[in-house]
RNA sequence: GCCCCCAUCGUCUAGUGGCCCAGGACAUCACCCUUUCAAGGUGAAGAUCGCCGGUUCGAAUCCGGCUGGGGGUACCA
């Protein structure tokens, strides 16, 4: 069969939190397969029902739509090729893995665990790469069951022949060589396949085209190819991707980095189509060098050979820079629909309403907006008066200000930025107060902090009654804190 | 140990024999702007293109070796 139709997948396995880089395949091939006018298709592998965890499958969906990288076939939506869980396939797979039986291309192997290694650790010793023995061939389960380290349940191996395809061409890396292959178990003793029959077997019912994964697959594709070979079929092409690494440089890896869990982008108030913009950066390149740009542009340039085949380290500190200029270009509106799920109190949004322009300026993860508006919900924790005096004035004069400050704000109407800045500058300038002096006491008063939005959104979004009884509280404490000093 | 992959500023990268004594971005630093913090603007610092050999009139770009990093080495994917 020759079709030249695109047709990639992803294909992650349901064992925990979704991992960043099952996003950071999604987001090529399915730019990949929307250039080529071609289908991107998601599988779950879970034929590891040791490590199979709960629900870990819906979270996969969950990450991958809420970065909006939809599939056209999978578990959860059907398609011609179905289905598309692992799980629901075995009588395939085990009909292969018998047919590879009867072809001679594969024997039965009741060699308990213990066994194995034994003979590992043997091979390690005498520093032999380490193959599986071939102990079980061409015996029969009764000669074998006579002989030590017999198990009941029997897996089936591939026998690997003297000359085994070892080369292969890599859309990325170019002509690529990979190891010897052991004669590697296919058919577990569960009745389950192993990653490489299924993955041989699901892509070609499949018709996958391209077939792209992680670098650390290098070493298996020989064992691979020759399953395509053995049972007659066409090799897709292959493409191995670079490995997300830590800052150590190790394979990224939840243990070691948070963001190696998908969930924690979301979990921060990174943008999804941020996220994506800084995923196509890793190891790949525009053209014109440009390093923003929409997944659309990515469609529209996506080459192959555009990838470098080093492991980029992921730079999260790029990753903050990115979504910032996608925060800022967000409008209004949607700013705030965003910033919703990071509220923490009752009332925030209407509020944060009046600060939007400055919020959007100084947020680089959505989740950094309720600390940078805490000072509404700051009560009862008025200015300390040490720092209060510490922005330039005397301490008489501070009071004085405050005192001043009180009666402006007052009086000011409406009470909104642009009329308060007014009569503050008005005011302040007849007194002969530093602008800067006089402004920044004002807003340790009224929010007890150093850094906030400009002063006067600041305090239009903390409303007049709650700014005056701030600012009282405040010349209070300045003053107790004089008598108390005499 | 054995096998495979990789190697340009701290980080992400451009670069496919001369345009490069290496360009951009993030981060860093300085200055400007400024009511703070940001944002923005300007500028600086930062890479003997891992090392050694070779090919060539000419190498970051091609070849070999070394070193370093990573990955694989499972009845895990």
């Known amino acids: 069969m020759t079709s030249h139709a695109v047709r990639v997948r992803i294909a992650p396995s349901p064992t925990g939190d979704p991992h960043v880089g099952t996003a950071y395949m999604a987001l090529f091939n399915l730019a990949f397969a929307r250039q080529q006018g071609g289908q991107f298709i998601l599988r779950v592998e879970d034929t590891d029902r040791a490590r199979l965890v709960e629900g870990s499958e819906q979270e996969i969906y969950r990450s991958l739509r809420w970065l909006e990288l939809e599939w056209d076939e999978g578990p959860d939506r059907g398609g011609p090729f179905g289905p598309y869980r692992q799980s629901e396939r075995l009588p395939l797979y085990q009909t292969y893995a018998r047919q590879l039986v009867e072809l001679g291309h594969a024997y039965e192997c009741w060699c308990t665990p213990e066994r194995l290694e034994q003979v590992r650790a043997e091979q390690r010793r005498q520093s032999q790469p380490p193959r599986y023995d071939r102990f079980c061939l061409g015996k029969t389960r009764a000669q074998r069951a006579t002989e030590p380290g017999f198990g009941e349940r029997s897996v089936v191996r591939m026998l690997i022949p003297d000359s085994p395809p070892l080369v292969f061409d890599d859309l990325i890396r170019g002509e690529t060589h990979a190891p010897f292959p052991d004669d590697q178990v296919i058919l577990k003793s569960d009745g389950f396949p192993t990653y490489h029959l299924a993955v041989v077997v699901d892509d070609h019912e499949m018709r996958i085209s391209h077939v792209t994964r992680g670098e650390e697959w290098i070493s298996s594709t020989p064992k691979q190819l020759l399953l395509y070979l053995w049972l007659g079929w066409e090799p897709p092409k292959f493409a191995h991707f670079p490995l997300l690494r830590n800052p150590d440089r190790s394979k990224i890896s939840k243990r070691k980095n948070p963001a190696a869990r998908l969930l924690w982008f979301r979990e921060q108030g990174y943008l999804p189509a941020a996220l994506r913009?800084?995923?196509?950066?890793?190891?790949?390149?525009?053209?014109?060098?440009?390093?923003?740009?929409?997944?659309?542009?990515?469609?529209?340039?996506?080459?192959?050979?555009?990838?470098?085949?080093?492991?980029?380290?992921?730079?999260?500190?790029?990753?903050?820079?990115?979504?910032?200029?996608?925060?800022?270009?967000?409008?209004?509106?949607?700013?705030?629909?965003?910033?919703?799920?990071?509220?923490?109190?009752?009332?925030?949004?209407?509020?944060?309403?009046?600060?939007?322009?400055?919020?959007?300026?100084?947020t680089k993860r959505l989740a950094d907006i309720s600390e940078q508006v805490d000072f509404l919900y700051a009560e009862g924790s008025s200015a300390d008066p040490s720092l209060l005096l510490k922005q330039g004035l005397e301490a008489g004069a501070a009071g004085e200000a405050l005192r001043t400050a009180t009666e402006l704000v007052r009086t000011v109407d409406p009470f909104e930025p642009e009329p308060l800045e007014a009569a503050f500058n008005a005011e302040g300038e007849r007194r002969g107060w530093k602008r800067r002096s006089f402004l920044m006491t004002v807003r340790v008063a009224a929010t007890g902090k150093t850094a906030t939005p400009p002063l006067f959104d600041t305090l239009a979004a903390l409303g007049r009654e709650r700014t005056i009884a701030r600012l009282q509280a405040a010349a209070a404490h300045l003053d107790a804190a004089a008598r108390a000093a005499r």
Do not use: T
């Open 277 to 362: 913009n800084f995923l196509a950066l890793m190891g790949w390149s525009m053209p014109d060098g440009r390093e923003i740009f929409s997944f659309d542009d990515l469609v529209e340039h996506f080459a192959w050979e555009r990838f470098s085949p080093v492991g980029p380290i992921f730079d999260v500190e790029k990753l903050d820079w990115l979504n910032h200029q996608y925060i800022q270009a967000l409008p209004d509106e949607e700013f705030l629909r965003q910033a919703r799920p990071f509220l923490l109190h009752d009332g925030e949004e209407e509020a944060i309403r009046r600060l939007i322009a400055p919020l959007k300026e100084r």
